[in-house]
């Protein structure tokens, strides 16, 4: 599984890649595999506020349904529009082309709750 070393994990399985005040937020290689195939999935409109690790949107897959949480507590400054019409991104490219939202970080001292790479990995019993 792909999991890239620049980006901080939550225990929930979303990733967060952190650039300056804004991060760009999806969930990981990992969930996408756990969920199956993505068929629906609801996220908030920019100008909504999310807060750390409380649920900003919603993924069905053909297994179940399953909250979006998010790392850190913010603004939504953009959605992924192309999620809407091909949900099945997150299947294909959960790191890259299926990230779901990017927020105006309010609270930076959250970034120290963050998952690194490795414990992440830990945490999926993916390291070796």
């Known amino acids: 599984m792909m999991h890239p070393s620049n980006f901080k994990y939550t225990e929930q399985h979303e990733w967060a890649l952190i650039e300056g005040d804004i991060a760009t937020i999806g969930i990981t290689d990992y969930a996408q595999k756990e969920l199956g195939d993505v068929v629906f999935v609801e996220l908030p409109a920019p100008g909504t506020?999310?807060?750390?690790?409380?649920?900003?949107?919603?993924?069905?897959?053909?297994k179940t349904v399953s909250d979006i949480f998010s790392p850190l507590t913010g603004e939504v400054l953009e959605t992924n529009e192309k999620l809407k019409a091909s949900p099945q991104?997150?299947?294909?490219?959960?790191?890259?082309d299926a990230w779901m939202i990017k927020i105006k970080i309010a609270n930076p001292a959250e970034l120290g709750k963050l998952l690194p790479v490795e414990k992440y990995l830990e945490l999926t019993g993916e390291k070796e």
């Open 49 to 62: 506020k999310v807060s750390c690790m409380k649920p900003f949107g919603v993924i069905e897959a053909v």
């Open 89 to 96: 991104l997150i299947n294909e490219s959960p790191n890259k």
